[in-house]
Structure formats: structure tokens, C-alpha cells
């Protein structure tokens, strides 16, 4: 009778409440409310604030405690049949559509409950023969965290029996759909081809994210349903994660990121002093490439420094000068500096664990990490970030060319790196958007209001890296991080095998680091010769002159070689070279006397050879050969002069290392064939004349003070 009285009900004369369990106001809770919100489903939720007593349930049995809470909160909807109560778990559901829609597949099944299905049956595995059959591509097993069903069923089944917190949820319910007197009573069935309910675990390979102009779904390929409620059951959170990166319309494929655009704030029309305050901690753990560059762009983030605390853990002997001179510009516009230096033997996860604890100490509104091989070249970076409103948010950086980036898209079962379905696509901006990831590191902003719950966020009992500590609690705390790739924000340096041994050890990084050893050292107008219908000066025939390199290179240069110091003494008898002898002698030092003759060799490879296809056209050595790389230096008491000479070359090149008329005076390169003399030489820029047979040539005397040139005979 009772199943007849609710089957005549029209799904149009019932209403849905959606009702939930959360004990916590977690990300996970958060999403789930805010996809309820999104198509319109009105919903309560029961048990906030409780402590919760269901065990982890996501790995072991358990959640008999949620049958608790919603014995004491569902009485009152006792005995109605006009709503429909629709029952699911809350850290890890996301509803993709509306309650009318919802409904409309419930009056299908022609049941009072309907009861969401897996392919697992768990908890009690024995069960299993107890089951319907059902066909080979449906889910055959009763699984709790969503189900639906008029009100007064829903009641009834819920104050059956009593239950203990710690017995399993999951089996109470299994018990009564087995039980064929209480499966009947109820009218109940399983969504085993998952027209309403998708769990995933068991079945993410049979499911494919598709959107539709801005609205996201999922369909299930195996049953050609497209499931409302998608719930991300047992172990497989993470996976659950990102897959709902897209539901609830927040990515689709027409309209891109749709979920950056809600929840933000604007800092917009602020006046200096209201903008929140920030903690700004910077991390160097290591000796770091291009460090000093690093701190120049944080120092460059477009956001009042006065509104900001500085904390700067520095572990590396190697930059005590930098982070000196770093503090000494720019210290005393922070709002406050508090310096760990290498003596004070911190280590990384001590020292993060302390800047987290002055965060909350301080009430800062926001913890802003940035390690020092992060290079945040976006000045926007900081507001962008806190516009984005999110608990734990990091822009999408990368090393330059490479897949490597401070987000992983998955973790693997034993908590290490694993790569997900979008991740290249991520990576290599095709999608853009808000991700929430697993594991992220090396510059990101966490809310101010998380930092009650983050002390020692940086400690585990497990030995890895501090990063995957802070990540790993992150997660088990249900804690979203976030990563935006929605503008280029910076990038990664590459600090693996960084020598430190001399003392300009960022030239030394044109392979592990080309990005920023082009950046800081090669000349901004370098690629202007390159250009179709360049205009190369040439201050004599057959004599190319190009802007090549920066001055700091030169000045790198010329202190790398004064630093060495083993100057040869410009005699014929030579044993730096193989036969023992040079014929027209300098006072030199070789490249490979200061270990830098691969990465020379290099640089005449990515950077000479196109200079010379412009100019000497139809000569072509890839990789251009060259045994003699060398610094000269020209002084009036000590070799003012080189006397004419060809040179063992096809080709030469002569790069000026300073300032004529400021350095020294006199000097230059005279071509005896063409009577033509180039002496206003200039810093940073390149000669480069054949070497054997037309270019006779001689060094014109230096007349005081001190000239340097880099000269590479190339093609011998
Ligand atoms: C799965 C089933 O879906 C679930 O119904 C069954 O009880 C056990 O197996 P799972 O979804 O993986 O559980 O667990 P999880 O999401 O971690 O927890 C279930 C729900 O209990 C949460 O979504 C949340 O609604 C509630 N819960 C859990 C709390 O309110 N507080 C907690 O501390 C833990």
C-alpha cells in the first residue's frame, strides 16, 4: 500500500531537498555547496561542528556515524511523501545539474529509494552472491554516499536499527536492500547503470569529461548514461579532484576556466594602507643560479611594501652577499625583516614550519612562500593571487622549455609524483585555467584563516622533501591546492649542479639554465643582426661588427679571468698549447683554463654561427670548432701591442670587454691590407673577420690603462 500511495505521486507535485553530512567546513564541503547552489538544488546540511566519530572511511569501514546524525535531523520530514530527500556525502560530490532534472530520472525507476551502485562489494565481500544479477557493463553493489527517496522511506530506513559511529554505514543499508522483506517494503533499487549517481572509484576509466557551449558533464561511456551526482568514493580523491576541476561547469572546452571567474575579490581602487597585510617568506635552501635576479622580482611585485612583513630564510654561505645587498636596497621598506641566516642552523622544514607560526602569530592575512629558483617575473603575481580568493593558490611556473613545472597533476598510491590525463595540456598553457592539484611547491599564497590549522605543516613522520610534507598534511587535512596558469606568471632555474667553486658561477649556466644566461647576460639589441634586411655595420671590408653581449658578461668575464689570474707571460713557448709554441703570443688565459670551454663552445654555437651565415654567406660548420678561446690583456707595461700576424682561423671573432676612452686609451685592430683601423671598440660587441689569408692584421698599442678582448679562432 505504501509503495503504491508514493508510486501515484507526480515528480511535479514533490519537492528535492538535498540533505549532507559534514562535521567540517572543508574545500571539499565548500564545492559541494557551491555546486548544489550553482544548478539551484536546495540543501541542508547536518553534523557541523561534531566531532566526527565515522572513522576514515574513505580506506576502512566505518561512517555509521553518519546514519547517527541523520536519525536526529530527519524526523521532522517524517511521513512525507511530497519531497524527495536525496542523501549523498559532501567532501567528495559535485551535483551537474538541476533539481527538476534530478527528479525526472528518479520518477523512471518507479521506486521509492534508489540507492547509488559500484562494482565493489564492500564492506563485506562474502554479500556478493547475494545480489541481483545484473548485465555484464552495470554496477552490481549498494554503495551509501548517495541515495534518494521519498521522505518517509528515507525515514523509516534510517531509524530501522540502531547503529554504532564506528559500524559501517555502507553495510547497514546493504543489509536492508539484501533482505528481501525490507528491499520490498522500500521499493528499492540500485542506479546500476548510473542515471543519477556515479561513484568513480572502480569506474574512472569508464567515464570521459564532455561539455556542452559552458556546461560541463560526465558520461559514462560503458552504460551511455550522463550521471547527475558524481561522487569520488574511497581511495581516489586526488583523481576525484581534478576531474571535478571541470564539473559543475568550471571548465569547459568552448568556454575555458569558468571557475576563475567566480569567488573572486578585487583589490581594485584600495588605498595603500587597506590592502591586507602579507607575509612575505622567501626560502633559499641552496646555493641557487641567478639568484639576485630572483629577489629583484619579488622585489618588483606591484604591492605596497609597507603592507608587507619580510621573512627570509637563508641557508647557503654561498648568497650571504646577496641577501646583504638585497636587504640593505629594499629592508627597510618592508613593514618588518626577520633574517634566518646559514649560522643560525635552521634546517628548510624548521624554518617553514617557524614563518608559518609568525604567520599566525602576527594574524597575517596572507602567507606568501617564494623560494629563491622561483623567478616571479609577473609584478601583478601577488594581487592576481589574492583576487583569485582561493585557501591555498600557486601560479603555474615552470623551467623554460621543459615539462617541469611546481605542481604534479596526480600522486601516485605511495605519495609520489604521477602524472595526470591534462597535465601537458596544463603545462603547455592549451589549458588554461584553476586547477586543483595534489602537490605543489616554490611560490604560492595561503590564506591567513588556514594558519590555525597549519602548525608544523612541514613535518611528517615520513622523511621527504619539507614541500611534499606540506603538501601530503594539506591533503589529508582536506585543504584544496590550487594552481592558475591563467597568465605566464614566471618561471623555475634549474639549480641542480650549480658550481659554486667561482666567482661568477651564473655564466657558467648557458646549458643547465639558457633561459635566464640569455637573459642576463646576451645584448638586448643581439637578435636585431638577425633580422632579414639587418643593417650590420661593417667598419671595414669584410669586417662585420654586432652588438653580442650585455656588459655585465664582460665584466664577469674580465673578473673570472683577474680572479684566475694565471696570465701567461706573452712568451713564444707556450705549454698550454700542443705543439708548445705560439708565434704571435699574448698575455692571455684560456677558456679552458677557467673550465668554461664547453659552455663557450657552446655559446659560438647557438649564438656566433647565425651572425655568421648572415655575413659570410655559403659557409657553413655546425658546431663551429675551436681550439683557442682566450682573454688578452693589453697594457701599456706589459704587452701594449700584437704585432701583424694572421690568424690559425677561417674565421675570427673579437669581442670588446671595455670601454675604450674610460678603461684605456690607444688600442684597436688595424687591417693591413685595406689600410683600416677599427679603434673606437665597444663594449659587448663582436668582430669578426676571416682569419687566414685576407685579414692581415695587427693589435694597436694601448696607450694607458687596461684593455680587454675575448677572442675565438674558429674553424681552424
Ligand atoms: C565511501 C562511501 O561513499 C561511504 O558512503 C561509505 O560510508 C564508506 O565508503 P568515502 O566517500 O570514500 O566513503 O568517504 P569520505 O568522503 O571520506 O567520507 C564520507 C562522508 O562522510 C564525507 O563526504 C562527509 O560527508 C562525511 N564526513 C567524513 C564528515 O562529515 N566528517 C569527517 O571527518 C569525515
New binding site residues.
Partial sequence: LIGLLSSVIKCSDVELLAV?????ETDGFTRYAESADRYGIKHKTF?MGQE?R?GD??RFSG?GH?VNILKENLSQYEGRTDLIIMFT?????VFTAGSEEILEKFKKFDSNVIFSAEGFCWPDASLKEQYPEVKPHECRFL???GFMGYAKDIVEMVNYKTINDMDD??LYYTKMFLDKTTREKWRMKLDTKSEIFQNLNGALGDTTLKSKGDHSYLYNMKTGTSPLII?G??PIKSEFNRIANYLADGWTTSAGCLSCKRKTISLEGLKEDDYPDVQLSIFIDQPTPFLPEALEDIVNQDYPKKRINLFLQNQAEYHKKDVVSFLESYGDKYKSVTVVNPEDNMNTIAGRNWALEMCLKTKCQYFFSVDGHAHITEPTLLKSLIEQNRTVIAPMVCRPQQYWSNFWGSVSDIGYYARSADYMDIVAYKKEGLWNVPYMNSVYLVHGSLMGKLKDAFTRQTVRDADMHFAENLREKGIFMYVTNMKYFGHLVNFDEYPTTHLHNDMYEILRNPYDWEKKYIHANYSSSLAENADIAQPCPDVFWFPIVKEIFCDHLVEEMEHFGQWSGGKNEDSRLAGGYENVPTVDIHMNQIGNEENWLHFLRKYVLPLQQKVFLGYFHDPPHAIMNFVVRYRPDEQPLLRPHHDSSTFTINIGLNNPGVDYTGGGCRFIRYNCSVTGTRKGWMLMHPGRLTHYHEGLKTLSGTRYIMISFVDP
Fill in positions: 549532507t553530512i559534514a562535521t567540517d553534523g566526527w565515522g572511511i574513505a561512517g553518519k556525502d559532501s567532501y567528495d560530490v554503495n551509501s554516499g554505514d555502507q561522487h568514493n574511497g
